[in-house]
């Protein structure tokens, strides 16, 4: 016998995501999956075991956003899987790149009313690359690096692999399983019972003592044509007033951030950024505007859209004036496309393909009123934001408690967003450090992501502070994480801006319909809920309190402690009008 000939189907899966580089491993434990989590950890891969799928899925969202290799999560047949669903969506809107193991019902029970046996291929396959249902030992290290390699692949996102539990134990184990189900009877259909699993169980590992050990290859990414380039050089060469919008497209090669950030600055022109390319630039980069950015794109008479499709966020495309000449770039042709012709369709990595302009184009001296015009009336802007936060009130402001943060949190900080106004206003007011320091859900607009998100930001990036900026809403959603946060020393500062509501939603359905059911809840103890989970707990009622209490959440995270500080924030007018449909 080989060695292969030992080794079980866990431990296939497990080789396969450490010859990927996988770190860690997201998961709620299941009977379907207890090979692979074993296995995992054998080999030295950090499992991190979650309250609910949904958050082991985010967190390998976030895993892959900030490292750009895939998040790995893996979870139980059935419910496990159907628990996932939300995060899986909303990681396939943000375009993200993971894994989701999951498991299922033995090849031979599937349909036969096995626990926790659905046909799961319905449920996921509308919101992943792939879905790889596996029948044989041998198909899963090969099926496990496919799908790291589809997942990074041209628009990036999730990938689903299906490893039924008979696939996943060593094959002697197996045979005898078989060998008990087929009993010993000698009626006929015994007998056939017999032959039909016999034959079942060496098909399961056939091939399998022989298969080699996968190995993970490079990614290649898109690049645009030639003629995208020309096009994008010849539109700028006739620009007044350009405009460039980079969004979290532009960053899946997260290890390019940074030279992306230096050929922004070099291209001079006024950049607008978004998603997870919040940052880029660092906290004030000359270039980079936060304010009116509608006005803007009106004015613009060329508009460069690095990873951003004309969705809702552009007003399906309307921001940008007619006559404006539009480019695209981005991995997606639909996403290119979308409710918008451009000009120019760079049809490949946004990034890389600015990279390549910067190196045709220097703006020099040719924008500077131009960008003038725009820096001018974003430090007006801030300007009134500073005088907003000045307003007091009975409890807290929050724009005064956003700008403490802004001052207080580290160079370094990494910001995680789940919520609604308060993490609206929240992306106004604070700067997010530098490139990758930002994390919001995407499209899909998804509440709850903040725990899931946090936990995986703060395992890919040990050592640095990481922030959850909460609705008193959108906690509630990740709260029983703070266990996972104390079990497993992940320290997070969890803001939790209670204003006792749902406010974003209140907000518009009072002003239209003058009722507000559902949308009001408690001044509710988060924090001693974070504290009965064996975390640390504040709440800060007064303004004069929030200078102190920051500092301290900060002391106690940089000690290894998971925080929650939760603020008491008076009402504001600061998001009036702003909906998004
Ligand atoms: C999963 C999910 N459910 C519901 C919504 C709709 N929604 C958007 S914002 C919002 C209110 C959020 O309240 P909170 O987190 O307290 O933030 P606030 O607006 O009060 O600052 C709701 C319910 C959503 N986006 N996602
Ligand atoms: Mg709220």
Not at 272 to 277: Q, T
Not at 406 to 434: C, I, M, N, W
Not at 451 to 480: K, S
Request: hydrophobic residues 45%; positive net charge; proline residues 5%.
């Amino acid at each position: 016998m080989t060695e292969a000939n030992f080794q079980h189907g866990g431990d296939r899966v497990a080789q396969a995501l450490q010859a990927h580089g996988v770190r860690t491993l997201f998961t709620l434990c299941g009977g379907h999956i207890s090979p692979i989590l074993s296995a995992a950890r054998t080999r030295g891969i950090r499992i991190v075991d979650v309250r609910d799928e949904a958050t082991a899925v985010f967190a390998a969202d976030a895993t892959a956003r900030l490292t750009g290799i895939p998040g790995v999560a893996a979870v139980t047949a059935g419910p496990g899987i159907t628990n996932t669903i939300t995060a899986l969506k909303n990681a396939q809107l943000a375009q993200s790149p993971l894994l989701l193991i999951g498991g299922a019902a033995p090849t031979a029970l599937q349909g036969r009313g096995a626990l926790q046996d659905i046909d799961q291929r319905p449920l996921v396959a509308p919101h992943v690359k792939r879905f790889f249902k596996i029948r044989r030992v041998h198909e899963l290290g090969p099926a496990v690096g496919q799908a790291f390699e589809l997942a990074q692949s041209g628009v990036p996102g999730p990938v689903f692999v299906e490893c039924p539990v008979d696939l996943l134990y060593d094959e002697a184990s197996i045979r005898q399983w078989y060998a008990e189900a087929a009993g010993k009877g000698t009626s006929i259909p015994d007998r056939l019972l017999r032959f039909y699993l016999g034959r079942h169980v060496r098909n399961m590992f056939h091939g399998a003592a022989a298969a080699q050990p996968v190995t993970a290859r490079p990614v290649v990414h898109p690049r645009a044509d030639d003629a995208a380039m020309r096009g994008a050089v010849a539109a700028l060469s006739k620009s007044g007033r350009p405009l460039l919008v980079i969004g979290s497209q532009a960053v899946v090669v997260a290890g390019e951030a940074k030279r992306l950030a230096d050929a922004a600055g070099r291209l001079g022109i006024p950049v607008y950024l978004s998603g997870m390319a919040r940052g880029l630039l660092g906290r004030d980069h000359p270039l980079q505007m936060r304010h009116q950015r509608r006005q803007a794109l009106r004015e613009a008479d060329c508009v460069l859209l690095a990873g951003v499709p004309c969705d809702f966020r552009l007003d399906y495309g309307r921001h940008v004036r007619r006559s404006a000449t539009l480019l695209a770039m981005n991995r997606s042709t639909r996403d290119a496309r979308m409710n918008r012709r451009p000009d120019v369709a760079a049809i490949g990595d946004a990034g890389l393909f600015l990279q390549d302009l910067a190196r045709s184009v220097s703006g020099g001296a040719r924008w500077t009123a131009w960008v003038n015009q725009l820096r001018g009336r974003d430090l007006h802007r801030e300007a009134e934001i500073d005088q907003q936060a000045c307003t007091l009130g009975e409890h807290v402001n929050p724009l005064a408690l956003l700008r403490e943060v802004e001052k207080q949190a580290a160079p370094d900080a990494l910001f995680v967003a789940d919520g609604g106004d308060f993490v609206g206003t929240a992306s106004y007011v604070l700067h997010p450090r530098g490139p990758l320091a930002w994390l919001d859900p995407g499209a899909f607009g998804t509440l709850g992501v903040g725990a899931g998100f946090a936990l995986g930001a703060a395992i890919a990036r040990p050592g640095r502070e990481v922030w959850i900026v909460f609705g008193d809403g959108a906690c509630g959603y990740g709260l029983v994480e703070f266990d996972t946060f104390v079990r497993h020393g992940v320290p997070v500062i969890a803001l939790v801006g209670n204003d006792a509501g749902w406010t974003q939603i209140a907000r518009e359905q009072v002003k239209m319909l003058h009722d507000d059911v559902a949308t009001v809840l408690a001044r509710t103890d988060y924090h001693a809920v974070a504290a009965g989970f064996g975390a640390e707990g504040i709440v800060v009622r007064h303004q004069d309190e929030v200078q102190p209490a920051l500092a301290r959440a900060r002391e106690l995270a940089a000690q290894g402690k998971a925080v929650l500080v939760n603020v008491w924030l008076d009402k504001t007018e600061f998001r009036e009008g702003s909906l998004s449909m």
